[in-house]
């Protein structure tokens, strides 16, 4: 079994830019080549749209690292969110996963 070695903390300062409607941060990840990562989240966003009401996760499903085993998760923020402690997950196996929260001030 190869060693995963993901996320070099496990809690990490935002500041959001008070100007912006939304904005994004990131995590960076070192696993091995070329390896998928799947992401989760427990923290949603949502948007209405035509009467509608959508939720997302603040994460896209899944991620690929690079020929060099780094790689990068983009990760949504909006206004709303200012206070609060976000966390997302990523996983290379069902048992090989690592957690990473954010405090966004």
């Not at 190869?2 to 496990?10: A, S």
């Not at 941060?25 to 070329?34: H, M, N």
Request: proline share 2%; glycine share 4%.
């Amino acid at each position: 079994m190869k060693l995963h070695r993901f996320f070099e903390f496990n809690f990490v300062l935002v500041q959001y830019p008070q100007h912006k409607e939304s904005s994004y941060t990131s995590v960076e990840y070192i696993t091995s080549p070329i390896t998928r990562v799947y992401w989760t989240s427990q923290d949603t966003f949502c948007i209405e749209y035509m009467y509608e009401t959508f939720c997302d996760m603040i994460v896209n499903y899944s991620t690929y690292s690079r020929d060099d085993g780094s790689g990068k998760q983009m990760i949504y923020l909006y206004r709303d969110f200012v206070g609060d402690t976000l966390s997302v997950k990523g996983c290379v196996d069902v048992d090989v996963c690592k957690t990473v929260s954010f405090i966004v001030e």
